[in-house]
C-alpha cells in the first residue's frame, strides 16, 4: 500500500470517542473557540481538546447473533442466512430488485466488469479522483482506464468531458459518487445511451446518496458498495453490487461463487468461470444490525454538514464541495472543501493543514494525481497490455492522459474532514468552523513565521 493510503487509513482510524446525540441549540463559535487568541500551532491554546467520535460505533445488539455464527460454525455464507437477510433487506433500502454482498468493495467492482463482460482491448472511462481500487480494476480487466478531468467545484468527473474521451473501443464509464457526493448522472446516463455504454457506479463511498430523490448505485447498470472500516457502513471489510438486471445479477453472482449456478449454491458444477468473493456470515452481521442506523446516520451527517457549509462558505479563500441540482443526498463519506492560499497570506495548504490539527481538528490533504502514479506506466509495460494494444494506441493514451484541473485540486487545494466528523453535535462543527476562522485572522502571523 502506498504511503500516502497508509497515512489516510491511519488518520481515518485515529480519532476516539465522544456522543452521538444531536444538536444542543449551537454557541457562536468566536468566544468559545478563543478564535481571536493566538494559533495553538505559534504557542496559543487550542480551538477543541477534545476528540471526535470512534468509527466504527460498536452496537451491543451485534454481540448474541454473533455468537450464534460463532458457536453453530456457520461461518460461511453457505451455511448461515445473515449474509442473505442482509441482501435482501440492503436492496430493499436501496429500491433495487437484488443485491449481492461481497468480499469488498474492490470485488464489487470487479464482478460488475466481469457480469458486463469487460474485457481486453477495452476502454473504461473513469475519474482521476478516487481510490485506486477503482483505476486497479479496470487493469485487471486487460483494459485501459482512460481519465476523466475532475470538475473541482464538485470533486466529480466532470461530466463536459466525458464525450470527448469516447472512441469506439470505449465500453463503460464507471461514474464515481466521491466522497458521498453525487455525480451529475442525468448527464453521464444520457451520453452513456447515446454510446452505447454500461454504467458501473462506484458507490463505494455513497452510502444512502440520492440523485432526485434514487438512491445512488441503483441507476447504472451495477452499481457498487464498500463495506471496509472507515466507511458510512462497515464490516471491517466487505462490499455489495446492487442492481435491477436480473440476468446480469445470476451471471455475476455465479461469478462471485466459483462459477456455480445461482440455484445450486453447493454444487459441484461449474458453468462460468470464476472465483470465490463471498461474505462471510460474521460481516452479515455486522451489516445486518446495522442497517437500521443507516437513515439516521445519514441525517445527522447532512444536517451538520449543511450547518458546517453554512459557516465555512463565508471564510475568504474556503470553498465547501458543491452539489448537482439533481443531488437531493449528500451522504458525507467525506466533507471536501477547496482551500485557496491566496486568501490566506499565501500560506501553502500544509501549513494551513498543520495549523488545523494543532488546532484539534482531524484533516487530510486527501488523494494524489491518480493518473501520474507509477502504476499506470508498469501497467502499460506489462506484458498483457504489450499483448493486447498497438505501442501507437498506448503512446496516444501517455499523451492524452492529462487532467489539469485534477493535479491543481489535488496538490493544492483539496481538504477533508471525515464522516464521523458529522455524526457528533452543532458544538463540534462550531469548533471546526472556529478553527479555521482563527487561522484565517491569524494568516499573516503564520505566514511569517
Ligand atoms: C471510491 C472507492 N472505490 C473502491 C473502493 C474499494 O473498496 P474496498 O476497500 O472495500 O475494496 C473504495 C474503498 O476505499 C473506494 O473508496
Known amino acids: ?26 454557541v457562536w463559535a468566536s468566544e468559545k473557540a478563543g478564535e481571536d487568541g493566538a494559533l495553538a500551532l505559534l504557542g496559543g491554546k487550542p480551538v477543541r481538546t477534545k476528540p471526535f467520535l470512534s468509527w466504527p460505533i460498536i452496537d ?35 429500491g433495487v430488485q437484488d443485491c449481492i454482498a461481497t468480499c469488498n468493495g474492490t470485488n464489487a467492482l470487479i464482478g460488475s466488469l466481469n457480469g458486463l463482460e469487460i474485457g481486453p482491448g477495452d476502454e473504461v472511462l473513469v475519474p482521476p479522483y478516487t ?3 477503482t483505476i486497479n480494476v479496470v487493469f485487471m480487466q486487460h483494459a485501459l482506464p482512460v481519465f476523466i478531468d475532475t470538475d473541482p467545484k464538485t470533486f466529480q ?68 458498495f464498500s463495506f ?64 437500521g442506523k443507516l437513515e439516521e446516520r445519514a441525517r445527522i451527517r447532512e444536517e451538520n454538514a449543511a450547518y458546517l457549509t453554512e459557516q465555512l462558505k463565508e471564510i475568504p479563500g474556503i470553498a465547501p464541495a458543491e452539489m448537482y441540482e439533481g443531488c437531493t443526498r449528500n451522504a458525507y463519506h467525506l466533507y471536501m472543501f477547496r482551500y485557496d492560499s491566496s486568501q490566506f497570506a499565501g500560506v501553502p495548504r500544509s501549513k494551513f493543514m498543520q495549523a488545523l490539527r494543532k488546532e484539534g481538528i482531524v484533516c487530510s490533504s486527501g488523494y494524489s494525481p491518480l493518473n501520474k502514479e507509477p502504476f499506470i506506466e508498469s501497467s502499460l509495460n506489462s506484458r498483457a497490455f504489450q499483448t493486447v494494444f498497438s505501442e501507437e494506441h498506448l503512446n496516444r493514451y501517455r499523451k492524452e492522459n492529462q487532467c489539469p484541473a485534477n493535479d491543481r485540486l489535488c496538490n493544492e487545494e483539496a481538504v ?16 471546526i468552523a472556529g478553527a479555521v476562522r482563527k487561522i484565517h485572522h491569524n494568516a499573516q502571523k503564520l505566514a511569517q513565521a
Open 1 to 26: 500500500m502506498k504511503k500516502s493510503e497508509i497515512q489516510r487509513r491511519r488518520f481515518l482510524q485515529s480519532t476516539t470517542a465522544a456522543g452521538l446525540a444531536l444538536a444542543a441549540p449551537s
Open 60 to 94: 451491543e445488539s451485534f454481540e448474541s447473533d454473533w455468537a450464534d455464527v460463532l458457536h453453530k460454525r456457520g461461518w460461511c455464507r453457505l451455511n448461515g442466512d445473515y449474509v442473505s437477510r442482509f441482501e435482501k433487506e440492503y436492496a430493499q433500502i436501496m
Open 131 to 133: 481510490f485506486v481500487a
Open 157 to 224: 468527473m466532470d461530466p463536459d468531458k466525458i464525450e470527448e474521451r469516447i472512441t469506439d473501443r470505449t465500453r463503460a464509464i464507471i461514474p464515481v459518487h466521491l466522497g458521498g457526493n453525487v455525480c451529475d448522472l442525468d448527464k453521464i446516463m444520457a451520453i452513456a445511451k447515446k454510446h452505447n455504454l454500461a454504467v458501473i457506479e462506484d458507490a463505494c463511498q455513497a452510502h444512502m446518496a440520492e440523485w432526485k430523490g434514487k438512491k445512488v448505485g441503483s441507476i447504472g447498470n451495477t452499481g457498487c
Open 228 to 291: 471496509q472500516v472507515t466507511k458510512n457502513l462497515s464490516s471491517g471489510e466487505g462490499g455489495a453490487i446492487i442492481s435491477n438486471d436480473m440476468k446480469l445479477m445470476d451471471r455475476i453472482y455465479s461469478y462471485h461463487s466459483n462459477g456455480r449456478e445461482r440455484t445450486n449454491t453447493y454444487g459441484f458444477r461449474y458453468i462460468n468461470n470464476g472465483t470465490n468473493m463471498r461474505m462471510t456470515e460474521f460481516q452479515g452481521v455486522l451489516l445486518l444490525h446495522q442497517l
Open 416 to 431: 477533508w474532514f471525515l464522516q464521523f466528523m458529522l455524526l457528533g453535535d452543532r458544538s463540534d462543527m462550531d469548533e
